[in-house]
């Protein structure tokens, strides 16, 4: 069904709708072999909170970005090759469920569904797009993927020495490499993670004496100290949705009670045009 649609005037019609809704901010998306697929709001967890944002999965890319204007304007457009792509499911607990893992070498987050029937839906559309994506270039599955952060709240002491209580004046810093969340002493060393970043990045002293004892004799993968701070603490996707002196237009919400604007392409309804022309031409009702 998604070969059908590679080159209808509906998919280039949808991505195109996709294109206007990150605007100027946004990188084009209408590529030869481009479908979408389908959409819908998760819940990302983010460094300080979970956070709404809209999802575009098409048949090579994931999108998504942040919720700004009544719900139908987004900004920060990210975009994740599939291919690079390993899902992992979790386990629910008190707070929040139907969540899963989306991990890849450079950023893994989790993130959750409204219901357990939407996860299993994103999961399976998912995992079939990056196997056939994985099967027609016949390339193998990234091996090493980035470490997932522990957010900021699970975490009011420092995860390694047990002792350093976080204040304004004692800051958090995640450790690039595992995720966990370390004081300055804890993670005052930095190492080279090409998958990541081409600056030396924050890690943790564990992960550092690690590294640095199985590191390559290839002077491309040595690790470099440096003074200056370059481990790029902030999550570029934990910033406020609004441009800066304007209010938030979403509360944090609980997934399980907050119902999803989960549409795998329902907004594109058919006209009467595409029902004449075609009676397959919905992302709704794809079938792999």
């Given at each position: ?46 460094r300080k909170k979970p956070k709404t944002r ?186 406020d949705e609004t441009q800066k002196g304007q ?33 397959s031409i919905s992302c709704l009702n794809l079938?792999?």
């Amino acid at each position: 069904m998604v070969d059908k649609l590679v080159n209808s005037e509906a998919n280039a019609r949808r991505i195109a709708m996709v294109e206007s809704c990150f605007g100027s901010s946004g990188q084009p998306l209408a590529v030869p072999g481009r479908v979408l697929v389908g959409e819908g709001v998760l819940t990302k967890m983010c460094r300080k909170k979970p956070k709404t944002r809209q999802f575009y999965l098409f048949n090579d890319i994931l999108v998504y970005g942040n919720i700004i204007i009544n719900k139908k304007k987004y900004n920060k457009q990210h975009i994740i090759p599939l291919e690079e792509v390993k899902l992992e499911s979790l386990e629910e607990d008190a707070q929040y469920k139907n969540g899963w893992l989306i991990r890849t070498a450079s950023k893994s987050f989790a993130v959750y569904a409204a219901t357990s029937h939407e996860k299993k839906e994103w999961m399976a559309h998912i995992n079939k797009c990056i196997d056939d994506l994985l099967r027609k270039s016949g390339k193998k599955a990234v091996a090493e993927h980035a470490a997932v952060w522990v957010p900021d709240v699970e975490a009011p002491v420092c995860m390694h020495c047990k002792k350093t209580q976080f204040t304004l004046i004692n800051r958090r810093h995640h450790c690039r490499k595992c995720g966990s969340v370390v004081c300055g002493p804890c993670s005052n060393k930095r190492f080279l993670l090409p998958n990541q970043s081409s600056k030396p990045l924050r890690v943790c002293l564990q992960c550092y004496e690690v590294l640095t004892s199985v590191r390559s004799n290839n002077s491309n993968d040595a690790h470099k100290i440096n003074s200056q701070d370059s481990s790029g603490e902030e999550d570029s996707d934990d910033d406020d949705e609004t441009q800066k002196g304007q209010p938030e237009t979403h509360d944090l919400f609980v997934v399980t009670e907050v119902p999803l604007r989960y549409q795998w392409g329902t907004r594109y309804r058919k006209t009467e045009e595409e029902k004449t022309t075609s009676n397959s031409i919905s992302c709704l009702n794809l079938s792999f």
